[in-house]
């Protein structure tokens, strides 16, 4: 079955700290995606990025960085130096065949919240 | 903005009723999706379509159907209506082919759905 977990439910760091969300997923594909969005106060959910199963290179995007480990089935996300605005809930999302389509399963997410 | 256009933003109705909430895909994307936001369940997968057929199907209620026309705009039709029904509904839409998963979903700003 696929699975994502996110164990995190509810962070809290004051700015300017470094905070990692993390991400266990269970599937038996070989060839599958990983993602992250963003979920602000506003509501909209924002993507944020995907990777490939046959990619394990680690990714930085400004603050944002990715860890992607297919040995322990891990796809952690981490700010650094954390602000006020990455206040907001993240997913965590696997990619799964269904039907003759396919769907996102997305973990329960975490709600990050960076105080002043 | 996603490019992803749902409507209304807020539908308050009562217990039994009928209600068909909009989408508007990406220019260029096939492929449409609903999805059911609730503080119980998360984001949970209801429907997928790709250019006017149904391809995948998650966690929908029979009371619940959906399609997607010929100018890809898609609806969501919510029928005899319960309580539990209140949830944050987001239509995605992507550019990937109905069988792939390697694109990301783009999301709508949601519809918020009140049953009183």
């Known amino acids: 079955a696929q699975k994502v977990t996110q164990a995190q439910t509810e962070i809290s760091v004051v700015e300017k700290e470094d905070v990692t969300l993390d991400c266990v997923y269970e599937?038996?594909?070989?060839?599958?995606?990983l993602f992250w969005y963003k979920q602000p106060p506003s509501g909209e959910l924002v993507f944020l990025i995907r990777?490939?199963?046959?990619?394990?290179q680690n990714e930085i995007s400004g603050r944002y960085s990715w860890n992607f480990q297919k040995s322990t089935s891990s796809f952690n996300f981490t700010i650094t130096a954390s602000q006020v605005v990455d206040s907001a809930v993240y997913f965590c999302?696997?990619?799964?065949?269904?039907?003759?389509?396919?769907?996102?399963?997305f973990g329960k997410g975490t709600s990050l919240l960076v105080t002043p | 903005d996603s490019g992803v256009t749902q409507t209304p933003k807020h539908l308050i109705t009562a217990t039994g009723q009928r209600v068909t909430l909009r989408c508007s895909p990406r220019?260029?994307?096939?492929?449409v999706y609903w999805y059911q936001q609730s503080l119980d369940q998360g984001l949970q997968f209801l429907i997928q379509?790709?250019?006017?057929?149904?391809?995948a199907k998650g966690n929908i209620l029979e009371r619940f159907s959906a399609q997607q026309f010929p100018d890809l705009h898609s609806e969501l039709n919510l029928s005899s209506l319960e309580l539990g029904d209140s949830a944050l509904y987001f239509c995605?839409?992507?550019?990937?082919?109905?069988?792939?998963?390697?694109?990301?979903?783009?999301f709508g700003n949601g519809t918020r759905l009140t049953v009183t």
């Open positions: 999302a696997l990619s799964a065949a269904l039907g003759s389509g396919y769907a996102l399963n």
């Open positions: 599937t038996r594909d070989t060839t599958y995606y």
């Open positions: 220019s260029g994307d096939l492929s």
């Open positions: 995605a839409s992507s550019a990937s082919p109905a069988d792939r998963g390697n694109s990301p979903l783009h």
């Open positions: 990777r490939n199963s046959f990619d394990e």
């Open positions: 379509y790709y250019n006017g057929e149904e391809r």
